[in-house]
């Protein structure tokens, strides 16, 4: 499968995006998604991450009830909604897939890594 990510773009402290993961190749219904980011100078961490039939969602303390992570097998796309933006939240984020479909993993074990969107925000 190859992965796709858009969404990103420069936003004021407070608003919204709205990223997208879509996938070609295969259909991403049996595949479990991830999204993670890395900061200037920093390691990419962790942000969400949804299992194949999105039945299980997970989030990093620092974004959670902030972003959503969502899965749309008809569009084929994962999406994660970003609202309350803060200077913080600048960085690439990248979306990952698992091929079995599971829940939380290590990063290590994801398959499949999609080129970075860049995601800025101003104070």
């Known amino acids: 499968v190859q992965l796709q990510a858009s969404g990103g773009g420069l936003v004021q402290a407070g608003g919204s995006l709205r990223l997208s993961c879509a996938a070609s190749?295969?259909?991403?219904?049996?595949?479990?998604v991830g999204w993670f980011r890395q900061a200037p100078g920093k390691e990419r961490e962790f942000v969400a991450h949804i299992n194949w039939n999105g039945g299980s969602t997970y989030y990093a303390d620092s974004v959670k009830g902030r972003f959503t992570i969502s899965k749309d097998n008809a569009e084929n796309t994962v999406y994660l909604q970003m609202n309350s933006l803060k200077p913080k939240d600048t960085a690439v984020y990248y979306c990952?897939?698992?091929?079995?479909?599971?829940?939380?993993?290590?990063?290590?074990?994801?398959?499949?890594w999609g080129q970075g969107t860049l995601v800025t925000v101003s104070s």
């Open positions: 990952a897939a698992d091929q079995w479909g599971r829940s939380l993993i290590p990063e290590s074990e994801y398959d499949y």
């Open positions: 190749r295969r259909t991403l219904s049996r595949y479990a």
